[in-house]
C-alpha cells in the first residue's frame, strides 16, 4: 500500500509553453502533497504545499503564478510549469502524506528538459 | 525551524566494508528522523525512520541508525557494503504532526563502492 505515482517521467518541451505534472496517490487518501525540485547532483528543495480544496502555500523564492499547484482532489495534485524557460529544467518529485503516518509517500520524480 | 547537515558529499567504501554517513539536525521540537536513498532518475525509497520510539532503527537492506539527542545526529550505518549499495543517501527531518510530512533535506551523500 501507499503508492504514489507521477506522470510523466519524463517530458521535453519548448521555451514558452506549459507542462502539466501529475501525482496521484493511488491506494490512499492524501489530505496533503507536496512539491520538490531537484538541481542535478543537489538536494531536494520544497517548493510547496497542496492541500485538498485550498490554495497551495509556496515556499519562500518560489514562483507562485510560473509553478500553479491544483490539488482537486484526495488523490490528485498537478503542478504546471508555466512559461518554461530552460533555467526551469529539473527533476521534480512530489510525495504526499497519509493521515495518521509519519511517512511521506513519493512518486517517482518527473525529468522536465526545457528547450 | 529545521535544518539538516550531512557531513561528506560523497564516500567511497570497498565492498564489504562498513558504511558510515553521518547526518546531523536542528529542530525546535522533537524530530522525527529520516534516511531516503535515490538511484539515478528515480524517487526516494525510504530506508529508515526515527519517530520517537526505539533509538536505535533497523531498516531495509541492512542498514541501521542510531538517533543521539545529546549529539543531535542520526547516522546511518550498514555493516557491509554490497555494490547495489552505490546511491544517493538524504537524510531527512520533520516536525510531524500538524505539519504533516513536510521533509527538511540534508544535502545528500553519494556512496560508491569499490569492488
Known amino acids: 500500500g501507499a503508492v504514489v505515482s507521477q506522470h510523466p517521467s519524463w517530458v521535453i518541451c519548448k521555451s514558452g509553453t506549459s507542462v502539466k505534472i501529475e501525482c496521484r496517490s493511488l491506494?490512499?487518501?492524501?489530505?496533503?502533497m507536496f512539491w520538490y525540485r531537484q538541481f542535478p547532483k543537489q538536494s531536494l528543495m520544497l517548493m510547496a504545499t497542496s492541500n485538498e480544496g485550498s490554495k497551495a502555500t509556496y515556499e519562500q523564492g518560489v514562483e507562485k503564478d510560473k509553478f500553479l499547484i491544483n490539488h482537486a482532489s484526495l488523490t490528485l495534485s498537478t503542478l504546471t510549469v508555466t512559461s518554461a524557460h530552460p533555467e526551469d529544467s529539473s527533476f521534480y518529485i512530489c510525495?504526499?502524506?497519509?493521515?495518521?503516518?509519519?511517512?511521506?509517500?513519493f512518486g517517482q520524480g518527473t525529468r522536465l528538459t526545457v528547450v | 525551524a529545521q535544518s539538516v547537515t550531512q557531513l561528506g558529499s560523497h564516500v567511497s567504501v570497498s565492498e564489504g566494508a562498513l558504511v558510515l554517513l553521518r547526518c546531523n539536525y536542528s529542530s525546535s521540537v522533537p524530530p522525527y528522523l529520516f534516511w531516503y536513498v535515490q538511484y539515478p532518475n528515480q524517487g526516494l525509497q525510504l530506508l529508515l525512520k526515527y519517530t520517537s520510539a526505539a533509538t536505535l532503527v533497523k531498516g531495509i537492506n541492512g542498514f541501521e541508525a542510531e538517533f543521539k539527542k545529546s549529539e543531535t545526529s542520526f547516522h546511518l550505518t550498514k555493516p557491509s557494503a554490497h555494490m547495489s549499495d552505490a546511491a544517493e543517501y538524504f537524510c531527512a527531518v520533520s516536525q510531524g504532526g500538524a505539519a504533516g510530512n513536510k521533509l527538511t533535506f540534508g544535502g545528500g551523500t553519494r556512496v560508491l563502492v569499490k569492488p
Open positions: 510525495s504526499a502524506g497519509r493521515q495518521g503516518d509519519t511517512e511521506a509517500f
Open positions: 491506494d490512499f487518501q492524501a489530505t496533503t
